[in-house]
């Protein structure tokens, strides 16, 4: 199994700024993903963050506004750009290090105002 | 895209009662897998299921895929406090990578 931890845990921010948020994993993990979630609603996948190459984006995601890092095998970054209150929600990470299952960082909880 | 849905999306029980909650996806799986996220918490990794018509068990835990490898269901008998949470189901493409989709959810609460 991997242990993943995210930093910060929450951030209260004023909107037209930017936050980055980062996921540290305990062991390299072949692949690394961003997924967002809403209070009692299910998680959608933001994209996939591919090592030392640009980041997979999900429909509805655009490298503008969700930029992600991932320099080594055990370490990523999600900013989240030019923040509006919709972009209020809970930012996960994962790392999959099995055939596909996935372990979850404890999440973000980003409010703009 | 694909899409997967779970029902009931809520499900409130006695304690002791059963629970199942049902995936579907709009496609073929390659795989299902199966998430608990108590409130507050983070999706845990319950299980996957991989063959078609696989049933697995976890103690009081029945995991099924069916036979078109298009839906799948979590039973839970004997509910306990300790299984209150949100249960996704999240399914695998296989196209190359291990991305998921994730289902809609189920939260089940317990009346002690």
């Known amino acids: 199994s991997a242990v993943i931890s995210q930093k910060p845990s929450r951030d209260i921010c004023q909107r037209g700024t930017s936050l980055t948020i980062q996921c540290q994993v305990d062991?390299?993990?072949?692949?690394m993903f961003w997924y967002r979630q809403q209070p009692g609603q299910s998680l959608t996948l933001i994209a996939t963050?591919?090592?030392?190459?640009?980041?997979?984006?999900e429909s509805g995601f655009v490298i503008d506004k969700f930029p992600i890092s991932r320099p080594n095998l055990t370490f990523s970054t999600l900013t989240v750009s030019n923040m509006s209150p919709e972009d209020s929600s809970i930012y996960l990470c994962?790392?999959?290090?099995?055939?596909?299952?996935?372990?979850f960082g404890p999440g973000t909880r980003l409010t703009v105002t | 895209g694909q899409q997967v849905m779970q029902i009931p999306q809520y499900q409130h029980v006695q304690e002791g009662e059963d629970f199942t909650t049902y995936c579907n996806s709009s496609t073929t799986l390659s795989n299902i897998q199966w998430y608990k996220q108590r409130p507050g918490g983070h999706p845990v990794f319950l299980i996957q299921?991989?063959?078609?018509?696989e049933v697995k068990k976890q103690k009081r835990l029945t995991f099924q895929f069916g036979e078109a490898k298009k839906n799948s269901s979590l039973h839970i008998t004997a509910t306990q406090t300790t299984d209150v949470g949100t249960y996704f189901c999240a399914g695998g493409n296989n196209f190359g990578n291990e991305k998921l989709t994730f289902g809609t959810g189920t939260r089940l609460t317990i009346i002690p």
């Open positions: 062991s390299q993990v072949t692949m």
């Open positions: 299921l991989v063959k078609s018509g």
């Open positions: 963050a591919n090592q030392g190459s640009e980041a997979t984006y």
């Open positions: 994962s790392g999959g290090t099995g055939i596909y299952e996935q372990y």
